[in-house]
């Protein structure tokens, strides 16, 4: 947990993209690395276009808090066409231990949409697993890092 007792962080931005341009790059996991403001995600190892829930897709991925490389697999828990992205992260070949990632999507007009990022790791009751990895494990800055990412993508 973190120090001050939070669960989650939620970042927001305004894009300047229509909203199924904005879903279009969020439901593509091959993009995933050009959007990682946390510098965690190296690669896809598995994955195809984000389409519904129970979907998984495997991402490789490189940290200290995990002693180097390793994979993840996302389990996608939340789709809404245009509207939602939702999965919970676990290390390979097992299944979630609670924390997700929530990207909300509110268009607000032709070509503007309100992007919601939601880091939430409420529900991780493992107490070794809440001492090693020390959450928030990617901070306030590196989410907002990741909207600017998803801006730049969108508009690329």
């Known amino acids: 947990m973190s ?7 939620t970042v927001e931005r305004t894009i300047e993209a229509p909203v199924d341009a904005v879903f279009d790059v969020l439901s593509n996991p091959e993009r995933h690395h050009a959007l990682d403001g946390s ?3 190296r690669s896809v190892d598995h994955a195809d276009r ?8 495997t991402m490789n991925m490189e940290g200290d808090h995990m002693g180097g490389e390793y ?13 939602l992205l939702a999965w919970k992260t676990a290390p390979a070949g097992t299944e979630p231990p609670g924390w997700e990632w929530v990207w909300e999507l509110e268009s607000q007009g032709p070509n503007e949409t309100l992007v919601r990022l939601t880091y939430d790791w409420s529900k991780v009751t493992d107490k070794k697993l809440l001492e090693k990895v020390k959450f928030p494990l990617v901070t306030e800055e590196q989410l907002n890092d990741s909207l600017g990412r998803l801006a730049a993508e969108v508009s690329s």
């Open 3 to 9: 120090d001050n007792g939070n669960t989650q962080v």
């Open 71 to 83: 994979k993840t697999d996302n389990h996608v828990v939340g789709y809404a066409k245009d509207k």
């Open 39 to 41: 510098g965690f995600i």
């Open 50 to 57: 984000i389409q519904e829930v129970g979907a998984v897709f």
